[in-house]
């Protein structure tokens, strides 16, 4: 579903889309993102931010969050200051959670994975999980276009 919705004299973007849990699900779903945040006219700047943010996050959806049969759905909405944007990736595995980001120090220099949450902390403001009905979990991520003086 992709559609504007008005919202008090002002537009929210809001896009949403069911996607296979697959590798190449995950790749589509960032494609699909860069490709509405640039229609929606949103900066390079948050859009480059955010493709990696859902990349990251739908990586995350197809390699853990995966149930056989089952779909992750990606949700950008664009909020009413048109400069701030939430990405969702909701998977059907309510039962793991994302754990924190360990320090750099923590992670092994030697090991292929690991790192996508921390680089979602390092581009978006804040992110956290909650669930998401009847047995998966929503992971959002807000990020911020910077302001131009």
């Known amino acids: 579903m992709n559609h504007a919705t ?3 004299g002002t537009l929210v973007g809001t896009f949403t889309q069911l996607l296979s849990s697959t590798r190449r699900g995950a ?7 860069v490709t509405e945040l640039r229609s929606w006219g ?7 931010r955010a ?12 390699l853990h969050g995966r ?8 949700t950008l909405v664009l909020g009413p200051a048109a400069g701030r944007l939430r990405v969702e990736v909701s998977d059907a595995r309510g039962d ?8 750099a120090t923590a992670l092994d220099p030697l090991s292929t994975g690991g790192r ?6 390092a581009l978006a403001d804040h992110w956290d999980c909650v669930p998401y009905p009847p047995t998966g979990k929503t992971v959002r991520a807000v990020l911020t276009a ?4």
């Open 116 to 121: 996508g949450l921390t680089l979602v902390t």
């Open 96 to 103: 793991l959670h994302p754990l924190p980001c360990p320090t």
């Open 51 to 62: 493709a990696l943010v859902v990349a990251e996050l739908a990586a995350n959806a197809v």
């Open 27 to 33: 790749r589509l779903a960032r494609l699909l993102a």
């Open 67 to 74: 149930v056989p049969g089952r779909c992750f759905r990606l």
């Open 6 to 8: 008005p919202h008090v």
């Open 146 to 149: 910077p302001v131009v003086t």
């Open 42 to 48: 949103v900066s390079q700047d948050l859009t480059d």
